[in-house]
């Protein structure tokens, strides 16, 4: 088996304060968790950003200020969001794409999302593959339903994508498709031979999902974007705290843990050939 990919999901677009103190929001407190996580084995970060009040922004300033600071602390892999929040429009989703960072999330279909509807029309699907196509970013496609991952590799028939595929089958979602075993094997069969995937199970199956991932072949996913608990009524105080469990897994599962420059060879992102 390869060596693991483990993603550092340390924000996201919707938690607040309320549900967890440990919620970094400043570019400094982002980069301190990314760091950690980093530490802990994480080779990819997941970022989103936030206003200095804590609301969800693409604003690609306050995302320049985040990657500064992450990569002044260490090498990890940066994937922004383009999914953002439910409300925002896909022009504002992209804003961070015109970064150019290493990788960018890239979600392939529209569902509903808790009480909100995640709108991504076939028509925007082409504009984000396109726009990550200009600035050089790799999409990892998140899947929070079946037939997203059709949607995906249309997107690669069609020579919007362009080289290596990664997968990320986001399960676990109210509204969406739940986190099974049965679920989960069912997408991994409808992936090309060479292409790759993570799983992130979204609260209470964030554990189940990863030690599937681990098992499986696949990769994980974890942090406070998918789930704020150590274990039930039992906050995590750190998003390291989650990578670090993911780590002892894997440990006793005797599968490898993959560092940025291993991840990178692994995921075929065209910093691994400079
Ligand atoms: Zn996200």
Known sequence: MQKLIITAAVVGGELTRKETPYLPITPQEIANEVYLAWQAGASIAHIHARQQDGSPTQDRTIYAEIIREIQERCDIIIQVSSGGSTWMSAEE???????????ATLTSGTVNFGRDVFMNSPEMLDTFAKKMQTYGVAPEFEIFEVGMVENALSLAKR?????????DFVLGVPGAMPATA???LHMI???PQDATWTVAG???????????GITLGGHVRVGFEDNIYY???QLAKSNAELVERVV???GELQREIASPTEARQ??????SRS
Do not use: C, Q, W, Y
Not at 202 to 212: S, Y
């Open 93 to 103: 989703r992209l804003d961070p794409v015109t970064l150019s960072p290493e990788m």
């Open 159 to 167: 020579g919007l994508v362009t080289g290596h595929l990664h997968f």
């Open 182 to 184: 049965k679920n989960l």
């Open 189 to 191: 069969d409808l992936l």
């Open 202 to 212: 979204i609260g209470r199956f964030e554990l189940p999902m990863a030690t599937l």
């Open 231 to 233: 274990r039930r009524g």
């Open 248 to 250: 002892r897994l894997a």
């Open 266 to 271: 692994i995921l075929g992102l065209p910093r």
